[in-house]
C-alpha cells in the first residue's frame, strides 16, 4: 500500500474534522501553576522583566507559555505522523539569516523546543499566532481567520508539491530572501524585504564591537547596561570557563573547529533575550583573534522541551545537543558556530553567533497585505522542514487535495486564541493581585 493511500486511510482513524475539536481538560492546572512550573529554575532577578514582557499583549503572553498549549494539545486528537517539529513554532520564531555562503535566507530560527512529535503541534501553534497577531493590529474578525486559514492552505499545497520531490531535493532547498522579494506580487512586502535586506547586510561582527564594547586601558569589555546585559558574579571561575569552551569546540566540524581555535575569549556577560526565554541563563561572549577581529558567540541555557513530557523524551541526554541536532535538521543551512556544551554550574547550554545579519519580522507593523504574504511564506517554510523530516507522502495523502483541513485548524486557532486572551486574562490578574 502507498504511502498516499495510508495517510488517506487514516483518516478513518482521526477524522479531518476532528481537527477543529479544542476543549479544556477539567483538571487543568490554573495559569500561575503553569508559570510557576515552567519558571522555577529561570533566574529570579529576571521573572519580573520576563512578566513584563508577557503583559504587553496576548501575543506576547502566548510567545512565553508554550508550556501551556503544549500541555493542551496532548489532549487532542493527533495523527501520530512525526516530524521534527519547532515546538514552539509562533510567526516571531521565523526570520532571515545568512547561510555559510552569505546568502540571507528565510527559515524557522528558534529551536528551544524542538522534538520527533506530531505536526499537528506546530501547525496549530502556528495558526493561532497568526490569529493573534491579526487581532493585535485590529483587524476583522474574518480577516483574523483568514490570517490563519492562508497559512494553512499554503502548508498543504506546498506539502503536496514537496511530496513529489527528492529528499536531495528537499535537502537543498532554501528560500532565499532578495528571491522572495523580487517574486512578491506585493509591493508593499517587496519594498520591506529590500529594506530589511539593506539594513541586514550593513551588519557586521566589528558594528556590534563598537555598540556593546569599551575600551578599559587598553583592555576591551562589554558594557553593563542592566538589568538587559550585566556581568555575573557567578560565572569567573577561568578553568571552568575553560572547560566549557573546550567541550563546545569539539561539538563543531574539524574545519570549524581550526576556525573557533583562531579567538581566545576577551569577556563573557548576562544578557536577557525575547520573551520566552527570559530568566533562562543565557550570555554573550566576545572573543578576538591575532588580528584583533571581534567573533560575538550567544551561549544560552536547554533544559527539556515542553513537549517531552507529552510526545516522548528526546533521544539526546544532552538538552542543548536536542536543540543543535533538530536546528541542522530542520534548518536548510545552519550557523557555522553552532554547538553545545556543558557547564558553568552544571547546565545544558548551546551556541551560535550572537547576531549573523538576522532579520526579525515586526508583526505589529504588518498591515493585511503583509501579513497575509507572510502567513504564506512561513507555510511554504513549515510545509519544507515537515516535509524534509518527516514522511510527505503519508501527510499530503491525509490532508487531501479539499480545503476542509485549512477550513477546520483556522477554526481550532480561533477558539485557541480565544482561550489564550482569557488566561492572558488571569494572568494580568495575578500581577494587579501582587501575586506575580
Same mark, same amino acid.
Request: aromatic share 10%; charged share 25%; hydrophobic share 40%.
Given at each position: 500500500?502507498?504511502?498516499?493511500?495510508?495517510?488517506?486511510?487514516?483518516?478513518?482513524?482521526?477524522?479531518?474534522?476532528?481537527?477543529?475539536?479544542?476543549?479544556?481538560?477539567?483538571?487543568?492546572?490554573?495559569?500561575?501553576?503553569?508559570?510557576?512550573?515552567?519558571?522555577? @529554575?529561570?533566574?529570579?532577578?529576571?521573572?519580573?522583566?520576563?512578566?513584563?514582557?508577557?503583559?504587553?499583549?496576548?501575543?506576547?503572553?502566548?510567545?512565553?507559555?508554550? @508550556?501551556?498549549?503544549?500541555?493542551?494539545?496532548?489532549?487532542?486528537?493527533?495523527?501520530?505522523?512525526?516530524?521534527?517539529? +519547532?515546538g514552539d513554532c509562533h510567526l516571531m520564531n521565523f526570520g532571515g539569516f545568512a547561510t555559510p555562503e552569505r546568502t540571507l535566507v528565510f527559515d524557522a530560527n528558534d529551536f528551544d523546543e524542538t522534538l520527533p512529535a506530531s505536526w499537528e503541534i506546530d501547525v496549530k501553534r502556528l495558526a493561532t499566532s497568526?490569529? !493573534?497577531?491579526?487581532?493585535?493590529?485590529?483587524?476583522?474578525?474574518?480577516?483574523?481567520?483568514?490570517?490563519?486559514?492562508?497559512?494553512?492552505?499554503?502548508?498543504?499545497?506546498?506539502?503536496?508539491?514537496?511530496?513529489?520531490?527528492?529528499?536531495?531535493?528537499?535537502?537543498?532547498?532554501?528560500?532565499? +530572501?532578495?528571491?522572495?522579494?523580487?517574486?512578491?506580487?506585493?509591493?508593499?512586502?517587496?519594498?520591506?524585504? @529590500?529594506?530589511?535586506?539593506?539594513?541586514?547586510?550593513?551588519?557586521?561582527?566589528?558594528? +556590534?564591537?563598537?555598540? +556593546?564594547?569599551?575600551?578599559?586601558?587598553?583592555?576591551?569589555?562589554?558594557?553593563?547596561?542592566?538589568?538587559?546585559?550585566?556581568?555575573?558574579?557567578?560565572?569567573?571561575?577561568?578553568?571552568?570557563?575553560? @572547560?566549557? !569552551?573546550?567541550?563546545?569546540?569539539?561539538?563543531?566540524?574539524?574545519?570549524?573547529?581550526?576556525?573557533?581555535?583562531?579567538?581566545? !575569549?576577551?569577556?563573557?556577560?548576562?544578557?536577557?533575550?525575547?520573551?520566552?526565554?527570559?530568566?533562562?541563563?543565557?550570555?554573550?561572549?566576545?572573543?578576538?583573534?591575532?588580528?584583533?577581529?571581534p567573533l560575538f558567540l550567544q551561549v544560552k541555557e536547554a533544559t527539556e522541551s515542553v513537549l517531552e513530557q507529552f510526545s516522548g523524551k528526546s533521544r539526546y541526554t544532552h538538552s542543548g545537543q536536542r536543540v543543535v541536532e533538530g536546528q541542522r535538521l530542520v534548518q536548510a543551512a545552519s550557523d557555522i558556530f553552532l554547538g553545545w556544551s556543558t557547564g558553568l554550574g552544571g547546565r545544558h547550554y548551546y551556541i551560535r553567533q550572537l547576531r549573523d545579519r538576522k532579520i526579525a519580522p515586526l508583526p505589529e507593523q504588518f498591515d493585511k497585505e503583509i501579513l497575509t504574504a507572510y502567513a504564506k511564506l512561513c507555510g511554504r517554510m513549515l510545509a519544507r522542514a515537515h516535509a524534509k523530516t518527516g514522511n510527505a507522502s503519508l501527510l499530503a495523502g491525509y490532508m487531501g487535495k479539499s480545503e476542509l483541513l485549512e477550513d477546520v485548524i483556522s477554526d481550532f486557532a480561533i477558539e485557541y486564541a480565544n482561550q489564550t486572551e482569557k488566561d492572558y486574562s488571569q494572568f494580568m490578574k495575578a500581577i494587579n493581585a501582587g501575586l506575580l
Open positions: 500500500m502507498s504511502n498516499l493511500k495510508q495517510g488517506k486511510d487514516l483518516r478513518q482513524q482521526v477524522g479531518r474534522k476532528s481537527q477543529s475539536e479544542f476543549k479544556i481538560q477539567d483538571n487543568r492546572p490554573s495559569v500561575l501553576d503553569f508559570l510557576k512550573s515552567y519558571e522555577h @529554575n529561570r533566574l529570579p532577578d529576571l521573572i519580573k522583566i520576563r512578566h513584563q514582557r508577557m503583559s504587553a499583549s496576548p501575543f506576547a503572553f502566548y510567545r512565553g507559555t508554550a @508550556n501551556i498549549m503544549a500541555y493542551d494539545l496532548s489532549f487532542l486528537p493527533q495523527t501520530n505522523i512525526i516530524v521534527q517539529a +519547532i497568526f490569529v !493573534l497577531a491579526a487581532r493585535h493590529n485590529n483587524f476583522r474578525a474574518p480577516d483574523c481567520k483568514e490570517m490563519a486559514f492562508l497559512m494553512l492552505q499554503s502548508y498543504r499545497k506546498h506539502i503536496l508539491e514537496f511530496e513529489e520531490l527528492s529528499m536531495l531535493e528537499l535537502w537543498y532547498m532554501k528560500f532565499d +530572501i532578495q528571491s522572495i522579494a523580487d517574486r512578491s506580487r506585493s509591493l508593499e512586502m517587496r519594498q520591506m524585504l @529590500n529594506a530589511a535586506v539593506a539594513k541586514a547586510e550593513k551588519e557586521s561582527e566589528e558594528k +556590534i564591537f563598537y555598540k +556593546i564594547t569599551q575600551n578599559i586601558s587598553g583592555h576591551f569589555k562589554i558594557v553593563d547596561q542592566p538589568p538587559l546585559i550585566y556581568h555575573d558574579a557567578e560565572i569567573n571561575n577561568k578553568d571552568e570557563i575553560t @572547560n566549557f !569552551l573546550n567541550y563546545y569546540n569539539q561539538t563543531l566540524q574539524p574545519d570549524r573547529r581550526w576556525l573557533f581555535e583562531q579567538y581566545q !575569549l576577551v569577556d563573557i556577560a548576562q544578557k536577557v533575550v525575547g520573551v520566552g526565554s527570559v530568566g533562562m541563563r543565557c550570555y554573550v561572549a566576545m572573543l578576538m583573534n591575532a588580528k584583533q577581529e
